[in-house]
């Protein structure tokens, strides 16, 4: 959709503009989680994102899923939120010097992504609700359990090792 | 910071990066939240917005104080994510017609940038507990669950009113 456009009419309308925005989002993420994989040092921490790129393909084709279900045309719009996470990710990991505070950095930079989608999907789950949509609703929120998992992994890891690791 | 420049070398680094990077954001925020209660028609999003803007002035001021506890120069780097994040808002601001759609959309963007710094001053309270820095974190954490309580607040109101009013 072009910029001010005035293209969003109805809630079904911000229903499908946020499906393409999180859809361009996790293709975003399909890119980013091996790069972020490559740089962890922390084994645990490496198989972490490896696993959620695997999730991460998954909420790919249920976006795909949901889109066919609301009978409308599969498409990304750009989502510059998704492109400045990454970017900041980019941007401090390339900044840190030691490995153990990378792991630190990279966890932080990662949840960042896990709570933009955590939030989207909300929004996305309770519209598709509002919309009648619970087939809808239901496979987002699959996807949603899913994020809200990581995230809790990645608290996990940080408290547990990563960051006991990285101030000593 | 320069990118690349590997300034980065301890988790003490990193916290003071991160403080300089919420210091930023949450000057962003000063600057957007007014735009955005201009924005909203319902009566109670609009005084939320204008009453969380009043919080995140508060929020600059704690991290001013952070920044002297902690003996560093008071400095913001460039945060990249919260400029996506408002850009974004902005843009699906542009482009929505109808004012209680556009309400839908505000929250979503709102929690956005609520879930934004959550997972920020997580990572901070962290990492200054980590550092034996308790007296950080105890002002941070004030501003954190005033975060929280935005975004619940946020969430209430869209399930309660906006999405079925946006939606009828």
Request: charged content about 30%.
């Amino acid at each position: 959709m072009g910029l001010f456009t005035k293209d969003i009419k109805t809630m079904n309308d911000l229903f499908v503009h946020q499906l393409q925005d999180i859809y361009y989002a996790e293709q975003q993420l399909t890119k980013a989680l091996p790069k972020m994989a490559s740089k962890a040092t922390d084994p645990q921490l490496k198989q972490g994102f490896l696993t959620h790129l695997e999730e991460t393909k998954q909420h790919v084709k249920r976006l795909e899923e949901v889109f066919k279900m609301h009978g409308v045309a599969v498409k990304a719009v750009d989502c510059p939120a998704i492109d400045g996470i990454i970017e900041e990710a980019d941007e401090t990991a390339g900044e840190v010097a030691d490995k153990a505070v990378l792991d630190a950095a990279l966890i932080n930079a990662a949840q960042a992504a896990e709570h933009y989608e955590i939030v989207r999907y909300g929004s996305l789950i309770a519209w598709a609700k509002q919309l009648g949509r619970t087939d809808c609703a239901s496979v987002l929120a699959k996807t949603l359990e899913e994020e809200k998992a990581t995230d809790k992994k990645l608290t996990a890891l940080a408290e547990s090792k990563v960051n006991l690791r990285a101030a000593s």
